[in-house]
């Protein structure tokens, strides 16, 4: 009886296990945070939070792309401690006209080297814009995590509306639709409340989902340990 309780006890711990870890690894992500904006707002920053997922291994190189058909204008990068910036340019194949006059080019991608993000850390990358597109319901930048022992992870997946997250998403914005020159304060902090609201119940969603799974869990395990006990009696009475 105690070898098959040991057993139990074993699968049960594994599969605890289990459940947590992926639990841990699904909001491991390369993540843009705010993760929404107003089509065409001026005068913004972007973070760009990058968490380490390997346990022996840093992050030395970090490259976000930023979209050139739908491009954000007026790129400046934060510096940061350790860290090396190197900004590409491209050139537009649709010019964006402004009361400025005509951009030809804009930021296509930033690459930072030099530092490091050790195990069990993350760090934010500052990006600030002059202004965001006005033509587009959202923003998606690809990423490329590269860790010291030469692993790169590709954070480019987009998921089709609908679909479940992909499993190396690559960063999005939402753009919300402008709101009337008398009202658009109430209307763009109307929709970051429900877009708060509608992530606050998606985590809810989740957590029951993982704390339902545990439950089960541990419900595997006491009927399994009912049988063991119901077959011991049967043998003691026997």
Excluded: C
């Excluded at 390369?30 to 997922?53: C, K, M, Q, W």
Aim: glycine share 10%; aromatic share 6%; charged share 20%.
């Amino acid at each position: 009886m105690s070898t098959t309780l040991r057993r139990v006890g074993a699968v049960t711990a594994l599969a605890a296990v289990g459940v947590l870890t992926a639990a841990g690894a699904a909001s491991a992500h390369v993540t843009v945070h705010p993760e929404s904006y107003t089509r065409g707002a001026t005068d913004g920053t972007l973070t760009f939070r990058v968490p380490n997922e390997e346990d022996n291994a840093s992050t030395t190189k970090v490259q976000i792309f930023l979209p050139t058909d739908h491009p954000l204008l007026g790129v400046l990068v934060a510096p940061r401690d350790g860290w090396t910036a190197k900004v590409t340019d491209t050139k537009l194949k649709t010019p964006v006209k402004t009361d400025d006059g005509t951009i030809t080019d804009a930021v296509s991608e930033i690459t930072w080297t030099g530092g490091k993000v050790a195990a069990g850390q993350y760090e934010d990358f500052d990006v600030a814009f002059g202004q965001l597109p006005d033509d587009t319901g959202q923003l998606a930048f690809k990423a490329l995590q590269t860790y010291s022992d030469g692993k790169t992870v590709r954070w480019i997946e987009k998921a089709a509306q609908g679909d479940e997250e992909p499993e190396n998403p690559a960063p999005v914005v939402k753009l919300t639709a402008k709101g009337a020159e008398d009202g658009g304060t109430t209307v763009t902090t109307t929709a970051k409340s429900q877009e708060a609201t509608a992530d606050s119940s998606d985590s809810t969603a989740r957590g029951l989902g993982i704390a339902g799974l545990i439950v089960g869990v541990l419900g595997l395990a006491a009927a399994a340990f009912a049988v063991v006990r119901t077959r011991s009696a049967g043998s003691r009475g026997a």
